[in-house]
Every structure is written in structure tokens, then in C-alpha cells.
């Protein structure tokens, strides 16, 4: 079952006079610095699906524009600033790194957390998914199973309500990413 959102036609602002622009004919979103899109409709009902599912599944298609970006830069993330998520997928240099609150991690989405190396090694366009079944976790790039991990355990039941969903940095502005992002997709 759909339980987020698709990029489009979902409602986002773009805001801070922010470097961010809507790709001509391609339905995408390219930051250039900083910069933000930030979801103008509720999330309530996205929310109330994730608690109450199985787990999740993100599914990206993006390009980076640098691949030393720091922070972990934030692709998508769904939080309240950047230390307080329910989830993130970000960049640090070459790494993928997806942060997941859940009752046995942090506020953060940390400790555990997962990292994977040389996922952003060059500037092609990528297929990312990555999911999380309350027992282990997954990430994919391209068709290609990348890794899998059992060390995150527990479930959405601590998630925050008061998260909003953004792209291309952190709800503050912090920690912004440059690169192309042609859609997103969350699946509880």
C-alpha cells in the first residue's frame, strides 16, 4: 500500500530564495546550494500509516552534483531539525547514509544506523531503494542489493507527528544537498 507520497503531484514549496528549481519536462527538482522544498499539505495521514504498517520502503531516483558533500547532507528526510527525525536518507562524500527512529535507536535515527560506501561515486543517475521490515534492512542501487543489515530492530511506535517532509537540506536549512532528485516515493 502507497502510505506517502509521490513527489509530484504532492504540494512543496520551494523556499529561501534557495538555489532550487523545478527541471523543465522532467518532473524533477535540481539544488544547487541552499535550498529547500518543503511539503505544504499535512502529513498526518502519511504518518498515521507508517505507525501502523511494516515497515518501510523508499525508492529514489537522483543525481549528485558533488561527491563530497558532508553532514550528511540531506536528500529527503522527514523531521523536525538535525538532531529530531523519523527518517533521512543522506550524503556524506561517497556514502549513502540512511538514519530510522525507531524504539530501539536515538531521536536521531542513530545507533544504530546504516552507511554504505561508494554509492555516490560518480554523477550518474541512480535508482535507490531502500526498505526496512522491523528485522532487518536492505539498500539497493540500481537492481543491485548492496547490502543488508539485521543490527536496527524495533518499530515506528516513538515516530513524531510533528515531522515535516522535505528535500534537498534539513527543515532549519542546515545540511543542504546538491544534486537532482526525479522522484520519491514512501511505502509503509
Known amino acids: 500500500i502507497l502510505a506517502g507520497f509521490l513527489l509530484w503531484p504532492f504540494d512543496f514549496d520551494l523556499y529561501r530564495k534557495n538555489d532550487a528549481r523545478w ?4 518532473r524533477g527538482i535540481e539544488f544547487r546550494g541552499s535550498g529547500q522544498a518543503v511539503s505544504n499539505s499535512s502529513t498526518q495521514e502519511f504518518f498515521n500509516h507508517m505507525v501502523r504498517g511494516n515497515g518501510l520502503t523508499l525508492e529514489l531516483w537522483l543525481e549528485t552534483e558533488d561527491q563530497y558533500q558532508f553532514g550528511p547532507a540531506r536528500i529527503l528526510s522527514y523531521s523536525i531539525d538535525p538532531m529530531s527525525r523519523n527518517f533521512t536518507i543522506g550524503q556524506s562524500s561517497d556514502q549513502l547514509v540512511f538514519r ?22 560518480d554523477r550518474s543517475l541512480q535508482h535507490v531503494a531502500i526498505t526496512y521490515d522491523f528485522s532487518e534492512q536492505k539498500v539497493y542501487t540500481n537492481g543491485e542489493q548492496r547490502t543488508r543489515s539485521e543490527i536496527l530492530k524495533g518499530d515506528f511506535s516513538n515516530w513524531d507527528p ?6 534537498g537540506t534539513e527543515v532549519t536549512g542546515n545540511r543542504p544537498w546538491k544534486g537532482k532528485l526525479y522522484y520519491a516515493a514512501v511505502f509503509n
Open 162 to 167: 510533528g515531522c515535516s517532509l522535505v528535500i
Open 23 to 26: 527541471i523543465k519536462n522532467s
Open 100 to 121: 530510522l527512529r525507531t524504539t530501539e535507536t536515538n531521536l536521531n535515527g542513530m545507533n544504530p544506523h546504516l552507511i554504505v560506501d561508494n554509492t555516490f561515486d
